[in-house]
């Protein structure tokens, strides 16, 4: 079974970066599509970032500009480079990979940004 990680969340000023990190228990040959997510508290979940198999990046409109989604497929990994972080980036990011047959999440990793 496929498990997903992330790591790379914390507290950062705005202004700041962080790099998010999304490392795959086995390969992810068999993960057509990675992607970002994130949930403010009572908000919904929703698409940050993805990336196809092919490199085909979507971005959400907040975040174009600010972030770039990244994957290393010989490292079984997936990032997210956030720059120029604002208050309202503020939340839990999950990542998320998309095979065939099912959709895998990872347990989220939280991000707070200090104005």
């Known amino acids: 079974q496929v498990h997903l990680v992330e790591s790379g969340g914390g507290l950062v000023q705005a202004g700041g970066s962080l790099r998010l990190s999304c490392a795959a228990s086995?390969?992810?040959?068999?993960?057509?599509?990675m992607g970002w997510y994130r949930q403010a508290p009572g908000e919904q979940r929703a698409l940050v970032a993805r990336i196809t198999s092919g490199g085909t990046r979507n971005y959400a409109d907040s975040v174009k500009g600010r972030f770039t989604i990244s994957r290393d497929n010989a490292k079984n990994t997936v990032y997210l480079q956030m720059n120029n972080l604002k208050p309202e980036d503020t939340a839990v990011y999950y990542c998320?990979?998309?095979?065939?047959?099912?959709?895998?999440w990872g347990q989220g990793t939280r991000v707070t940004v200090s104005s």
């Open positions: 998320n990979g998309v095979r065939t047959w099912d959709i895998l």
């Open positions: 086995t390969s992810t040959s068999g993960i057509n599509e």
